[in-house]
């Protein structure tokens, strides 16, 4: 087989939502951009646009106008207008309105597959981004001045050049591994399963996410009147869940939420296509090696407990963006530049993983202490305003410093200096 040779200012590894929206974000920009993607070019065979359907945080859904892509997404999405959080067999509950907050909504719900095809639809008309699917990398070389990566295509296997390796190809980068990169891993025991319910009252623009001890039950308002279901449940137990005929699941469902949710929604009498997510936590030692940069789940994969793990991929992604189109250096793979990077971005990302950690944990121990923060800790944020606004901006992406695009400003887009 012959080896074709190409040279870039970036490649990135991965062409999922994260990768594709760092990419986007560069679109118009002076740097000559290579994505490889493992699968098909067709959005229906890359595994992060599924069925899912993703809680778009109120900064996140700023993020998609700047990409150029909401006006594609708003016919999908539906508006989080009202959140509903509760613990199974208790009492207390923290009811959150966006508009006791001054705002419209605290983001949307739109399915993983309608943000994949906005992204590649867009990609396809962008000049300095060269998509190259499906490419499997096989090797990677980081040096002084460049990094050499190669992999194999169906037409012949690539050599490509770059100032910087951008890692976005999932918790099992294959980057991450290449280098070595120390990685904790952390099983949860639980997998999510995913599918389309249709509640008997209209949804409102309402959520809802009880949590049990083996795991959170989350229903999103969806379009069409449906809602999205997120049950988790033990590691072994999704297999009756995914093969339960409807009726019965949906008993079971109709049992299990609570009892706002059946005031608020009523009965479930219809449910969709079941898919199932183990749940982990990935979390590198660090986000940055020598001219490799991670983001997105190879950077950060988390418990969807509080739906923030795609919102903070998506910060990552843009803020990256920022970092290199705003650099005052020709030299975007230097030390100095991804370290400026990492440092803007770690507190967000240690403060959103260590949220999603500790709720996963917390809910899941069955102590009389952990039962009792759990409960006092609900009673706590429905009582005092202040707690229960600082928890709700939080969720809608207001972490420390925001990326540009998610204050709904554009980015300084022009030749590197």
């Given at each position: 087989?012959?080896?074709?040779?190409?040279?870039?200012?970036?490649?990135?590894?991965?062409?999922?939502?994260?990768?594709?929206?760092?990419?986007?974000?560069?679109?118009?920009?002076?740097?000559?951009?290579?994505?490889?993607?493992?699968?098909?070019?067709?959005?229906?065979?890359?595994?992060s646009y599924d069925d899912r359907t993703l809680a778009l945080a109120w900064t996140s859904c700023r993020i998609m106008q700047g990409l150029g892509i909401w006006d594609d997404l708003q016919a999908s999405a539906t508006a989080i207008e009202e959140i509903y959080v509760s613990e199974?067999?208790?009492?207390?509950?923290?009811?959150?309105?966006?508009?006791?907050?001054?705002?419209?909504?605290?983001?949307?719900?739109?399915?993983?597959?309608?943000?994949?095809?906005?992204?590649?639809?867009?990609?396809?008309?962008?000049?300095?981004?060269?998509?190259?699917?499906?490419?499997?990398?096989?090797?990677?070389?980081?040096?002084?001045?460049?990094?050499?990566?190669?992999?194999?295509?169906?037409?012949?296997?690539?050599?490509?050049?770059?100032?910087?390796?951008?890692?976005?190809?999932?918790?099992?980068?294959?980057?991450?591994?290449?280098?070595?990169?120390?990685?904790?891993?952390?099983?949860?025991?639980?997998?999510?399963?995913?599918?389309?319910?249709?509640?008997?009252?209209?949804?409102?623009?309402?959520?809802?996410?009880?949590?049990?001890?083996?795991?959170?039950?989350?229903?999103?308002?969806?379009?069409?009147?449906?809602?999205?279901?997120?049950?988790?449940?033990?590691?072994?137990?999704?297999?009756?869940?995914?093969?339960?005929?409807?009726?019965?699941?949906?008993?079971?469902?109709?049992?299990?939420?609570?009892?706002?949710?059946?005031?608020?929604?009523?009965?479930?009498?219809?449910?969709?296509?079941?898919?199932?997510?183990?749940?982990?936590?990935?979390?590198?030692?660090?986000?940055?090696?020598?001219?490799?940069?991670?983001?997105?789940?190879?950077?950060?994969?988390?418990?969807?407990?509080?739906?923030?793990?795609?919102?903070?991929?998506?910060?990552?992604?843009?803020?990256?963006?920022?970092?290199?189109?705003?650099?005052?250096?020709?030299?975007?793979?230097?030390?100095?530049?991804?370290?400026?990077?990492?440092?803007?971005?770690?507190?967000?990302?240690?403060?959103?993983?260590?949220?999603?950690?500790?709720?996963?944990?917390?809910?899941?121990?069955?102590?009389?202490?952990?039962?009792?923060?759990?409960?006092?800790?609900?009673?706590?944020?429905?009582?005092?305003?202040?707690?229960?606004?600082?928890?709700?901006?939080?969720?809608?992406?207001?972490?420390?410093?925001?990326?540009?695009?998610?204050?709904?400003?554009?980015?300084?887009?022009?030749?590197?200096?």
């Amino acid at each position: 087989m012959s080896q074709q040779q190409h040279k870039f200012d970036l490649i990135i590894v991965g062409g999922g939502l994260a990768g594709a929206s760092l990419a986007l974000a560069l679109a118009g920009s002076k740097f000559s951009v290579a994505m490889l993607e493992a699968v098909a070019p067709q959005a229906s065979d890359q595994p992060s646009y599924d069925d899912r359907t993703l809680a778009l945080a109120w900064t996140s859904c700023r993020i998609m106008q700047g990409l150029g892509i909401w006006d594609d997404l708003q016919a999908s999405a539906t508006a989080i207008e009202e959140i509903y959080v509760s613990e199974l067999g208790k009492p207390a509950q923290v009811q959150l309105a966006a508009a006791d907050l001054g705002f419209e909504n605290f983001g949307a719900v739109i399915e993983a597959r309608a943000i994949g095809n906005s992204l590649l639809k867009r990609l396809q008309a962008v000049d300095n981004v060269i998509r190259f699917c499906p490419a499997k990398l096989t090797a990677i070389k980081p040096d002084k001045d460049q990094v050499v990566i190669q992999c194999e295509t169906e037409t012949g296997n690539l050599e490509l050049s770059a100032s910087l390796v951008v890692a976005a190809d999932g918790a099992r980068s294959s980057v991450r591994e290449m280098l070595s990169i120390p990685t904790r891993i952390y099983d949860y025991q639980q997998t999510a399963v995913i599918a389309n319910v249709s509640p008997e009252k209209d949804h409102q623009q309402r959520a809802f996410e009880q949590f049990t001890a083996t795991g959170p039950l989350a229903i999103l308002p969806h379009v069409g009147g449906r809602c999205g279901m997120v049950w988790t449940v033990p590691k072994g137990e999704e297999s009756a869940l995914l093969e339960l005929p409807d009726q019965q699941l949906l008993d079971l469902l109709n049992q299990r939420v609570g009892h706002k949710t059946r005031e608020l929604l009523g009965r479930f009498s219809k449910v969709g296509r079941r898919t199932a997510y183990p749940l982990y936590l990935v979390q590198p030692q660090s986000n940055i090696s020598q001219r490799v940069v991670l983001i997105g789940n190879a950077a950060h994969a988390i418990h969807p407990n509080s739906a923030q793990g795609f919102n903070l991929a998506l910060r990552d992604a843009v803020a990256l963006a920022e970092v290199l189109v705003e650099a005052e250096t020709a030299d975007i793979g230097s030390a100095g530049l991804l370290q400026a990077f990492d440092q803007w971005r770690k507190p967000d990302q240690q403060q959103t993983i260590s949220y999603s950690d500790g709720l996963a944990r917390l809910f899941a121990n069955p102590g009389w202490l952990a039962g009792l923060l759990c409960s006092g800790g609900m009673a706590l944020h429905q009582l005092f305003p202040p707690l229960k606004r600082r928890l709700a901006l939080s969720a809608m992406g207001f972490r420390g410093r925001l990326p540009k695009l998610a204050r709904g400003q554009k980015l300084s887009i022009g030749k590197p200096k």
